[in-house]
């Protein structure tokens, strides 16, 4: 019994370390305030070059004000393709908006919230209307939902029983000595 009590005890402290390896998503604010309509999800590609969505479109209004979802640097500010784009880096990862007509330079910190610029109607996706395509990817070419810094990504839950205990992550092999 003694034995079986240490292992629950360690069992529980692995669990949060678990997790905080797996990379928890960063929480983030929605770039656009009121919390925007979601007019386009993210359809990530199946190859590099594929066919795809890279982000979402979020409907806005001429001139609004866009906000950083995550604090970090501008790494890019200006003109691409013809219209405005702005990148910023967070680490390992970085968030894009456009159409959006810059207020800040290259290398400007900022804080999640704060305003980067106010969304243009050039470029716009959802043309007639105009929307914010916001990107978030990590390193050079994982595209990842945006969505998800703000809670609002799909969910996918795994059981954690099945027939017997998943062999998923650092803690299923204690579980699996427990009960195996």
Partial sequence: MRS?????????????TAAHAA?????GTWPLRPEPQVVAPFDPPDTP??????GVDLLGSPGQVVRAALPGRVA???LLAGRGVVVMAHGSTRTTYEPVDASLAVGDPVDAGDPIGTLGTTGSHCFPRSCLHWGWIEGA???LDPLRLVGAGP???LPLWRDEPTGVGPASGVLLRLFG
């Fill in 4 to 16: 079986l009590l240490s292992a629950l005890v360690l069992l529980l402290t692995l669990l949060p």
């Fill in 23 to 27: 990379g928890a998503d960063p929480v």
């Fill in 49 to 54: 070059y594929g066919a795809g969505h890279r």
């Fill in 76 to 78: 890019y500010a200006g």
């Fill in 141 to 143: 070419r994982t595209y």
């Fill in 155 to 157: 969910v996918r839950l």
